[in-house]
């Protein structure tokens, strides 16, 4: 299928890497769309990010029907949808490919046509037909939603692995002391030509070690596969540096993007436009010959292009990382091996292993919800391997303990995914400055801790078994000044790190930061008083806005018609322009309507001050919101960045105008929702923004339905983010307008990243094939990011693909590369590596519940749109009984009664219940849509840490607050009481208890709450003068203020937005919300939690 407004025979092949570029014709700019891929036939991938992504009959369990419990009318009917597929084997709808692993043999010579093909495993004769940027709307979907991002189209970049960060950090902890996940195999060929000393990467079982063992000079254990039939991986005999530019291309996967080659850059110079020819593919782009550059474009002789150049570091320690102590010089690199009976039998023996274990009977320890919050496993490695890996909160697996096979993973019914938090704010992040970026020659994974040195020149790739030279520039290490120490640098000693990246990374000069707002200012939009805020909110931190003296920036505003304001210097006033004809919108002036925000201030100042005065009189009362996006993208397009458009109605009027289908007092039902999108408008505008990367942020200001399932599309394949404020109102409804002050400001001041692309790597066996989150999938793997944000998380979803026998471990890589405000390429790359295993009851042993739950989340997120929101809460509900029901029939030693679960899946049944009682998946409730979509939107976007904080809120006491055990953070006493479990039984009336619901708070004091904190806390004289309406402490001089106040506050500052505060007493309006987030009570609609347990053993015991 050919790209809108460019011929199919516009992508042409080219050579790998961009080899032969010249040869090739220039290509018009950026066309957007998807395209199809030459790998695949139209049949193999969903079209586009499609709503028809997969057929039902991709689901290939059919699980036996689930008869619930008797249940009044209301309650869950978990037996009703007979055939629900398990999460675990659900592919879709996220973003879905699969990437056919490289093998030994496929490595060894060059191929001289494509190498690897996509399996048929995915086929889809359904979408076959349709569009790239198509949609159908309707009852019968497949079974692949619109939240899927399928195949991408090449006019975008196609670069992941590399990534660029932003000069400043926010407060974070270090990344290089905590748990993380990274795969890779276990032994390696000594580089003394002796025998290949063994390695084990899990922790030694409690034996004592082989004296021999003990002295080796580097203590770090190696990483790569057994010698055994690795023979593939030996470093090539003379292989030219670089491939000659009229040999054809051996990696197909680039081929698919040679058609967009090359685009136009602002100042009218042709760039290159093929991200992969940068970044090199991931593994289904990689099957090529070991002859491929080794570092693309930088395989030039360092020491004659930079004579005089060491490589210099920013940050030059691993600040806060912990350092891997090699002793004795760099001639030899033994690694301690801990013996081959290990690969089996490290994981059993440890008394920490057999207490993780330990069978749990659900029905009777009811207690069981930590009293502190609850902490990623870490995985189990070697103690020097374990001290380097990842940090949990930017890279997490669902299962610390990786499956040696797909048949082993299918009987855990456990799913496999990551969960990624990749740009962070960090306090300290090591940003490296050298000319010369290591990267394995196959693959391109970036080097890290978890490479192996075979000696001082040459290291073993950890993803794909390669083994590579040593670059002469690598050699030298500028934090110890020493020559010859390439396994003491920066990148070897961080699994989380950004690089400089040179010019060879970048497509066309880096883009100056650019921002529009977009501003609904019809009737309805004046009544709200939006504006007052907003303007004021954006003129206050006019300064802080990200960028240097390159930064711009635009005004839209809209009702029936468009008005832009041209800006020019030398203007006395802004000049409004306006626009009536919606149906064909054009520009006025664009040379003035974009302007430097340090040259034009003044007038943008003024502008600020008068805007929410200009319409107050206006009695317009449509909404041209789809003309006014065009015109924001077609102003734009020439340079990127992002849009913040401001909508307070259902757009009424030219392209994109929707029409109501909620019915209002209707409850929600598992049946008629209109979770999918009314028109594919949306969408497709977004897919042409992401291909002249522009990003679109939503904000959405409204008390009536405004099809936000529709509305929602223009970010999330633009890479924006939705924010909504119901019922928005700046005098009935004044917490809002806090809240929107607060996080818009946020918003504006935090750091972000341009022309951003992001690819996932793993261990060879391993494959990739559903994303989840707001982005476009492009090249297959790769991950289009217009802007990047700090507070966006991502999920993917694995199989294994091949087994995993011969290793120890596997790894994976992250890298996030992009533009800095201050106009710099940088690669954020994060490596984790984790344990492999060979026992069904080491999976469960190390199973990440946290994780699990967020991934099932966002699969259940995609099954509501693309089947319905009874199949998704069946299958979430069939997630819990089919892992409980293998853990009882294949661990279990000796049958018991009641529900039995290991330790690590104890938490399992209970987030499930309260997934289910989340406004995304509850049934029987007057759920407003626009709400149910907005709660989706979140799933979808949200880190993992925030995400489970919505679904399953923190219950503090905090009327006996006390010092004990508090933090001490910048000269504040933090107190720190303990979490109590979601019931109204654990409450008394003498109490005052404080509920951490993520982005909102209640704060309940119970009838008989002590005098001392109401009047001491709340400043009140008794219970009876507490207002119905109370939403702020006052600050009293008192002990019992400062810490309630205190602590409140520490919590608010660890996210990104900003919670509202309820204090509520008994006859409070807020009450019945407060109550709902009591997960393990019974609702109206929903079970208790001991209830659910009894309907789990029911079918986990049949």
């Known amino acids: 299928m050919a790209q809108p407004g460019r011929p199919a025979a516009a992508f042409a092949s080219s050579s790998h890497n961009g080899a032969g ?91 001289p046509g494509p190498v690897a093909q996509i399996p048929p495993v995915l086929q889809n004769s359904a979408a076959a037909s349709t569009s790239a940027g198509s949609f159908h709307s309707g009852v019968n979907l497949p079974a692949h939603s619109h939240w899927q991002y399928g195949q991408t189209p090449l006019n975008q970049p196609t670069v992941v692995s590399q990534a660029n960060h932003f000069a400043h950090t926010a407060a974070t902890q270090s990344l290089l002391s905590s748990p993380g996940n990274t795969n890779i195999p276990t032994s390696y060929v000594s580089s003394s030509g002796g025998p290949p000393i063994q390695n084990s990467y899990t922790k030694p079982a409690p034996v004592p070690l082989p004296v021999n063992q003990l002295t080796y000079s580097p203590v770090r254990p190696p990483l790569g596969p057994s010698p055994v039939g690795s023979t593939s991986f030996a470093q090539p005999s003379a292989s030219p540096a670089a491939p000659p530019a009229s040999v054809p291309s051996p990696n197909s996967a680039n081929l698919q993007e040679a058609g967009d080659a090359v685009c136009t850059a602002s100042d009218g110079s042709l760039v290159q436009n093929n991200y992969d020819t940068i970044e090199g593919g991931g593994f289904l782009a990689t099957a090529h010959s070991p002859s491929a550059p080794q570092n693309l474009k930088m395989n030039r002789h360092v020491g004659s292009a930079y004579p005089s150049l060491p490589p210099g570091y920013q940050t030059t320690s691993s600040p806060g990382g912990p350092r891997m102590p090699y002793a ?55 103690e020097d391997i374990q001290k380097l890996n990842c940090n949990p909160e930017l890279f997490r697996c669902t299962l610390t303990n990786i499956p040696q096979t797909q048949a082993l993973l299918n009987k855990a019914k456990l799913p496999l995914g990551l969960l990624l938090h990749p740009f962070k704010d960090l306090s300290q992040l090591p940003v490296v400055t050298s000319s010369t970026i290591v990267r394995c ?18 290291w073993k790739c950890n993803l794909c078994y390669r083994v590579n030279d040593v670059p002469e520039e690598f050699m030298y290490n500028p934090v110890t000044r020493v020559y010859g120490e390439p396994h003491k640098r ?104 974009l302007v430097n925000l340090n040259e034009s201030k003044e007038l943008i100042q003024d502008l600020l001050r008068t805007l929410p005065q200009m319409f ?123 809240k929107l002050e607060k996080e818009f400001k946020r918003y504006l001041t935090r750091k972000i990243g341009f022309e951003a692309v ?28 217009p802007n990047v944000n700090p507070d966006a998380g991502y999920a993917v979803q694995m199989s294994v693909e091949e087994s995993l026998t011969d290793m120890q471990v596997v790894c994976f890589q992250s890298a996030l590369l992009y533009t800095s405000s201050k106009g710099e390429r940088r690669i954020r790359v994060h490596t984790m590596c984790l344990p492999v295993v060979s026992q069904l009851s080491d999976v469960y042993l190390g199973a990440d519940v946290q994780a699990i739950t967020g991934l099932l989340a966002n699969m259940a997120v995609d099954r509501s749109v693309s089947a319905s929101l009874s199949d998704a809460r069946d299958a979430l509900v069939n997630a819990v009984i089919d892992s409980l029901s293998a853990y009882r029939s294949s661990v279990l030693t000796i049958q018991q009664p009641g529900l039995m679960a290991p330790v690590s899946l104890c938490l399992f049944p209970l987030y499930v219940l309260a997934l289910l009682k989340q406004k995304a998946f509850q049934t029987g409730t007057n759920t407003r849509l626009d709400d149910r979509i907005f709660t989706m939107c979140q799933v979808k976007n949200q880190p993992l840490v925030y995400l489970m904080l919505m679904m399953h809120p923190n219950l503090y006491r905090i009327d006996n607050l006390t010092d004990e055990g508090a933090l001490n953070i910048s000269d504040r006493t933090i107190p720190q009481p303990p979490i109590l479990q979601l019931s109204v039984e654990k409450m008394n009336r003498d109490g005052a208890y404080l509920m951490d619901a993520g982005s909102v708070m209640y704060l309940w004091v119970g009838k008989n709450c002590g005098q001392n904190f109401i009047s001491h806390v709340l400043g009140v004289p008794n219970y009876a003068s507490i207002p119905h309406n109370m939403t702020h402490l006052p600050e009293l001089d008192t002990a019992e203020s400062s810490r309630v106040f205190a602590f409140i506050t520490w919590l608010r500052e660890q996210r990104p937005f900003f919670p509202i505060l309820y204090i509520l007493r008994d006859e409070s309006p807020w009450k019945p919300s407060f109550l709902q987030n009591m997960i393990e009570d019974r609702t109206e609609s929903a079970l208790s939690y001991y209830e659910f347990l009894l309907h789990i053993q029911q079918q986990v015991n049949k």
Do not use: W
């Open 21 to 111: 570029r010249k040869e090739q014709q220039p290509p018009p700019p950026y066309s957007n769309g998807p395209i199809q891929s030459p790998l695949m036939n139209s049949s193999h991938l969903a079209d586009g990010q499609g709503y028809n992504s997969a057929v039902p009959s991709i689901y290939t369990q059919q699980m036996a029907t689930k008869n619930p419990l008797q249940t009044s009318p209301g309650l869950y009917n978990y037996g009703a949808s007979q055939n629900i597929p398990p999460f675990s084997n659900y592919q879709g709808p996220g973003q879905t490919l699969i990437r056919t692993p490289i093998g030994p043999s496929s490595m060894a010579a060059a191929q």
């Open 328 to 382: 004795g010089g760099p001639q030899q690199f033994p690694q301690p091996g801990l013996g081959t009976n290990t690969l089996t039998t490290s994981m059993g023996g440890l008394s920490l292993q057999q207490e993780g274990l330990r069978p749990i009977n659900l029905l009777q320890e009811r207690n069981i919800l930590p009293s502190t919050p609850l902490q990623a496993p870490v995985p189990n490695l070697h």
């Open 441 to 458: 020659r196959s693959c391109r994974t970036y080097i890290n801790p978890f490479v192996s040195f075979l000696d001082q020149r040459r």
């Open 616 to 738: 107050t009189h206006s009695l317009e009362t449509h909404s041209a919101l789809g003309p006014a996006l065009q015109a924001a993208f077609k102003l734009m397009s020439p340079t990127g960045g992002r849009i913040s458009v401001f909508q307070t109605q259902l757009p009424s009027i030219g392209m994109g105008a929707l029409k109501p289908r909620e019915e209002p007092n209707q409850k929600a039902s598992a049946k008629d929702i209109h979770l999918t999108p009314s028109t594919d408008f949306y969408k497709k505008l977004a897919l042409d923004c992401s291909g002249q990367q522009v990003a679109v942020d939503l904000f959405l200001l409204s008390g009536q339905y405004s099809d936000l399932a529709s509305l929602g599309c223009i970010s999330r394949y633009s890479a924006g983010s939705v924010y909504y404020y119901q019922s928005y109102h700046h005098q009935h409804n004044p917490l809002l307008v806090e």
């Open 490 to 593: 920066p990148e070897v000693q961080n699994a989380t790190i950004e690089f400089m990246a040179p010019s060879e990374y970048m497509l066309r000069p880096p883009q100056p930061p650019v921002y529009l707002f977009v501003f609904d200012v019809s009737h309805n939009a004046i009544e709200t008083g939006y504006l007052n805020t907003v303007c004021k909110t954006l003129l206050d931190n006019l300064d802080l806005l990200p960028g240097n003296t390159r930064t711009k920036i635009g005004f839209i505003t809209f009702d029936s018609t468009i008005h832009f304001y041209s800006l020019q210097e030398g203007l006395s006033q802004p000049q409004m322009l306006i626009v009536s004809d919606i149906d064909d919108v054009f520009i006025p002036m664009p040379e003035n309507l």
């Open 758 to 785: 992001m690819r996932i790597r793993c261990t060879k066996g391993l494959s990739i094939h559903t994303f989840h989150g707001n982005f476009f999938v492009r090249s297959t793997d790769l991950l289009s990011l």
